[in-house]
């Protein structure tokens, strides 16, 4: 996955910005210059250590919730249905009655119907595009995230554990765990222990 440069520079304690000429580096102050990794980029731990953690806290959250989200889906898609077709029946059974001033008043009622099952509809798909839309987007941020630390040789381990009540705040156990060399050859000469300090913390709510 190619990552912008500017990406990189979120991370670094030596960026700079100006609406101007937008973000540039510390040391050189021109606009970010470098091929595949940084070899200056100096980390700010905490904003690195936040960052991992909301993307694949959005990410797990987004997965949870899968089940849920097709359970809607399935539950009131079947409601439409039946409202669908109850409409239709119903409207068939006023097609043969025989009091015609009668039949005009009921037929609102199979139209009351058919409003009340796109109401339903509304309910059944809106969740599901809306967890589509965040899939997509936590997907691609989580992706981006693993890619560019894959570049600086850092690996992290992150566990969730979950209150039992739906809404409450995860709680996360988590800790980074770093190389010394890039095994995939990108930046043999890079080492990220001397940018980036071991980070460990545990119990942490969110």
Same mark, same amino acid.
């Given at each position: 996955?190619?990552?912008?440069?500017?990406?990189?520079?979120?991370?670094?304690?030596?960026?700079?910005?100006?609406?101007?000429?937008?973000?540039?580096?510390?040391?050189?102050?021109?606009?970010?210059?470098?091929?595949?990794?940084?070899?200056?980029?100096?980390?700010?731990?905490?904003?690195?250590?936040?960052?991992?953690?909301?993307?694949?806290?959005?990410?797990?959250?987004?997965?949870?919730?899968?089940?849920?989200?097709?359970?809607?889906?399935? *539950? !009131?898609? +079947?409601? =439409?249905?039946? $409202?669908?077709?109850?409409?239709?029946? &119903?409207?068939? @059974? #006023?097609?043969?009655?025989?009091?015609?001033?009668?039949?005009?008043?009921?037929?609102?009622?199979?139209?009351? *119907? !058919?409003? +009340?099952? =796109?109401?339903? $509809?509304?309910?059944?798909?809106?969740? &599901?595009?809306? @967890? #589509?839309?965040?899939?997509?987007?936590?997907?691609?941020?989580?992706?981006?995230?693993?890619?560019?630390?894959?570049?600086?040789? +850092?690996?992290?381990?992150?566990?969730?554990?979950?209150?039992?009540?739906?809404?409450?705040? #995860?709680?996360?156990?988590?800790?980074?765990?770093?190389?010394?060399?890039?095994?995939?050859?990108?930046?043999?000469?890079?080492?990220?222990?001397?940018?980036?300090?071991?980070?460990?913390?545990?119990?942490?709510?969110?």
């Amino acid at each position: 996955m190619q990552i912008e440069k500017a990406f990189h520079c979120q991370f670094c304690s030596l960026k700079k910005y100006d609406f101007k000429t937008g973000t540039t580096c510390g040391l050189t102050n021109k606009i970010p210059d470098f091929n595949i990794t940084c070899p200056d980029i100096k980390f700010k731990n905490q904003t690195l250590e936040s960052q991992i953690i909301k993307i694949n806290a959005d990410f797990e959250h987004n997965k949870d919730s899968k089940f849920w989200v097709l359970l809607n889906l399935s *539950f !009131f898609s +079947i409601v =439409f249905i039946l $409202l669908i077709l109850s409409g239709f029946f &119903f409207a068939e @059974y #006023l097609n043969n009655l025989d009091l015609i001033t009668s039949q005009v008043r009921l037929y609102v009622i199979p139209i009351v *119907f !058919f409003g +009340i099952s =796109f109401l339903v $509809l509304k309910i059944a798909v809106g969740p &599901f595009n809306t @967890y #589509l839309r965040d899939y997509k987007i936590y997907s691609f941020e989580k992706k981006r995230i693993d890619s560019f630390l894959s570049l600086y040789g +850092i690996r992290y381990s992150l566990n969730f554990k979950r209150n039992k009540r739906i809404g409450e705040s #995860l709680d996360i156990d988590y800790d980074f765990e770093l190389k010394n060399a890039i095994e995939s050859g990108l930046a043999k000469d890079f080492n990220p222990i001397r940018h980036l300090d071991s980070l460990k913390a545990k119990n942490k709510k969110i």
